[in-house]
């Protein structure tokens, strides 16, 4: 049973340009979760979603980055006009159930975003 | 809002030793759920040991137990028989059960445990 796929696990974009950091859930597995790390910080949540839905985005800003889990494919965290505080570590986690029923949710290997 | 205080940013010890991290939370909740996770050099996420604010018992994981004092809101982490491969980042987390709501978990900002040989 594979765990959380995430890729590219290494990412270099230029400011100003465009950053997409894929995510597939474990199998069976239909709730998603986006946490960035940012150097020497902890993982601070982002934005929580479910098939074709977003439940909770409060972690994320609120300009430039946008989160989607299709029903189809994978889920897909979208960073524009990317700046250099943008360069962190992405991780992806999912879980069977909603986060509110108690479930450990697991994460994958995480993607590293560096902006130059 | 939720928060989670790791005070000992690094420690090391000596292999086979006993270790213990420190974690304080802050929550005006009464059903959580709260976290260990391992964060190897390799960077993945390692869920380590888990605990329900229910329960009174503390959670053991082989090597791995937690001192869980609800009244004064901790949760220290026990490692025994050290291991040179637990040299990892280490992170106390909170979850807080909200019956179906989308809260996240909240982070400690770690410990970066070194074991040495």
């Known amino acids: 049973n594979a765990g959380v796929m995430q890729n590219p696990r290494h990412l270099v974009r230029r400011r100003g340009q465009e950053a997409r950091l894929r995510c597939s859930p474990m199998?069976?597995?239909?709730?998603v979760y986006w946490y960035r790390q940012l150097p020497e910080e902890g993982l601070k949540f982002m934005v929580y979603?479910?098939?074709?839905?977003?439940?909770?985005e409060s972690g994320m800003p609120k300009e430039r980055f946008s989160a989607e889990f299709p029903k189809e494919g994978p889920s897909i965290l979208r960073i524009q006009q990317v700046v250099r505080g943008d360069s962190a570590a992405y991780f992806c986690?999912?879980?069977?159930?909603?986060?509110?029923?108690?479930?450990?949710?697991?994460f994958g290997e995480g993607s590293w975003l560096t902006v130059v | 809002a939720q928060t989670v205080t790791q005070s000992q940013p690094e420690m090391s010890v000596q292999e086979a030793e006993t270790v213990t991290l420190s974690c304080t939370y802050d929550t005006s909740e009464s059903n959580y759920y709260l976290f260990w996770y391992k964060q190897p050099p390799s960077r993945q996420m390692i869920l380590v040991i888990r605990?329900?604010?229910?329960?009174?018992q503390n959670a053991t994981e082989n090597r791995f137990s937690v001192n869980f004092q609800k009244a004064a809101k901790s949760f220290s982490l026990k490692i025994s028989d050290s291991q040179l491969g637990d040299t990892a980042m280490y992170f106390c987390a909170f979850m807080k059960l909200s019956g179906g709501g989308a809260d996240g978990l909240t982070f400690g900002k770690g410990t970066h445990l070194i074991i040495q040989p």
């Open positions: 979603l479910q098939k074709e839905n977003i439940i909770d």
């Open positions: 199998k069976g597995h239909s709730h």
């Open positions: 986690a999912s879980s069977p159930l909603g986060q509110g029923a108690g479930n450990t949710i697991y």
């Open positions: 605990q329900e604010a229910y329960k009174q």
